[in-house]
């Protein structure tokens, strides 16, 4: 997030695919750290042994998430009120966001996967979520000022969803099983 701060307002040429380029900071790509570290971290585990332990330990799994994420928040919150810049807000929701989606994508690709798809949404948001005139479009959230209400929903509806796939995530037999 500091390193995002410090960035500043530079930023990535990425071409559109549809309407008016729009501004997209390199600030951006640095939120995706925190959540591939997370990613990085449920995927070294042993899953025979976690599906089959004593003690279930997929509620530790989304606890660790949305405390990555409560601790993204609590920084932007503090680089905010030290700075007084609504990148910090942007990054801080962002983080998040991408914290929501590993939590959410983690059970159903695995890690690396999930690491991979989650690199790819800011791509794709900036490639393809730019209307005509130059506003983000209503789904490309990442893309949306810090105060959108509307960006805020889809974090808070990525870390729920997010919770409850890490917690209530799949039971696959042996033979099926991967490492996620």
Do not use: K
């Not at 959540?35 to 660790?64: E, F, K, P, V």
């Not at 990148?87 to 998040?96: P, Q, S, Y």
């Not at 966001?97 to 948001?125: D, E, K, N």
């Amino acid at each position: 997030m500091l390193t995002g701060l410090a960035i500043g307002n530079l930023e990535l040429p990425i071409p559109v695919l549809t309407g008016q380029s729009g501004q997209f900071l390199l600030a951006h790509l640095m939120t995706l750290i925190p959540a591939a570290t997370l990613l990085y971290g449920l995927g070294r585990g042993d899953s025979r042994a976690t599906n089959t332990a004593l003690r279930n330990i997929r509620h530790w799994d989304a606890a660790l998430g949305l405390l990555t994420a409560a601790a993204g928040a609590a920084i932007a919150v503090v680089c905010y009120l030290a700075l007084d810049s609504d990148l910090a807000v942007i990054l801080g929701r962002n983080v998040a966001s991408y914290v929501g989606l590993a939590l959410l994508l983690h059970p159903f690709l695995g890690y690396q996967l999930a690491a991979a798809a989650i690199a790819a949404v800011p791509l794709v948001l900036a490639a393809g979520g730019w209307r005509p005139n130059g506003t983000p479009e209503t789904w490309a959230w990442l893309l949306h000022d810090a105060g959108s209400a509307l960006a805020l929903l889809f974090m808070l509806v990525f870390l729920c969803l997010g919770a409850v796939a890490s917690i209530a995530r799949p039971q696959l037999p042996l033979r099926l099983r991967t490492h996620f």
